[in-house]
């Protein structure tokens, strides 16, 4: 059993900064590939950022000067931190995480936060 909770939505005027936090616990042997995806109203999820185990990271081009992923595997959480915001990216967030359940038998299993609202409004 696995539980992802994310933190650190809000409101905030463009230019502003936000950071999210998504934690993960549960039984797990060990988390793999990280990343944060968003919806917003009408439009599809898209795929925000990733970061994987050894701290490789890609970004969607849209964020890409403005947001930074990061990750703490001692404390199971993944961070994005967003700079310069823009009314474009509001979103409802959501973190996903590639956790390692079992080793024998091999299982993996991908996990989703339930979603923290970022509201980016002058």
């Known amino acids: 059993q696995v539980q992802l909770v994310e933190s650190g939505g809000g409101l905030v005027q463009p230019g502003g900064s936000l950071r999210l936090s998504c934690a993960a616990s549960g039984r797990m042997f060990s988390i793999n590939n990280m990343g944060w995806y968003r919806q917003a109203p009408g439009k599809q999820r898209e795929l925000v950022a990733t970061?994987?185990?050894?701290?490789?990271?890609t970004y969607v081009d849209s964020v890409k000067d403005r947001f930074s992923i990061s990750r703490d595997n001692g404390k199971n959480t993944v961070y994005l931190q967003m700079n310069s915001l823009k009314p474009e990216d509001t979103a409802v967030y959501y973190c996903?995480?590639?956790?390692?359940?079992?080793?024998?038998?091999?299982?993996?299993?991908?996990?989703w936060g339930q979603g923290t609202q970022v509201t980016v409004s002058s």
């Open positions: 996903n995480v590639m956790v390692v359940t079992s080793m024998w038998p091999p299982r993996t299993n991908d996990y």
């Open positions: 970061i994987t185990r050894g701290g490789s990271t």
